[in-house]
């Protein structure tokens, strides 16, 4: 099992920038990608970025591409989503997720709100 929890939501206006945290613990030792979904009101869970653990780039989603960046710290297991020129539709619950030997973890989500 690996555990996850968010953190670094809040209430930003368009243009600014908030950097969300995931960090995992538990079974960790298993990782294999960690990344980040969101979910806005009405709408499905989309796929914003995600990160192989044993490195390379990350892959991103267009929306999103150029504006936000994930990284990570494999000593606190850690990963990151820097998000900067961020736009009312950006507004979301964040979700972090991780691919531990086969199975699909999420976290409880953080909430990023973009005002006009």
């Known amino acids: 099992q690996v555990q996850l929890v968010e953190s670094g939501g809040g209430l930003v206006q368009a243009g600014g920038s908030l950097r969300l945290s995931c960090a995992a613990s538990?079974?960790?030792?298993?990782?294999?990608?960690m990344g980040w979904f969101r979910q806005a009101p009405g709408k499905e869970r989309e796929f914003v970025g995600r990160?192989?653990?044993?490195?390379?780039?990350?892959a991103y989603a267009d929306s999103v591409k150029g504006r936000f960046t994930i990284s990570r710290d494999n000593a606190k297991n850690t990963v990151y989503l820097q998000m900067n020129s961020l736009k009312p539709e950006d507004t979301a619950i964040y979700y972090c997720?991780?691919?531990?030997?086969?199975?699909?973890?999420w976290g409880q989500g953080t909430q990023v709100t973009v005002s006009s």
């Open positions: 990160m192989y653990w044993s490195g390379g780039s990350a």
């Open positions: 538990g079974r960790t030792f298993n990782l294999y990608s």
């Open positions: 997720a991780a691919r531990a030997a086969g199975s699909s973890y």
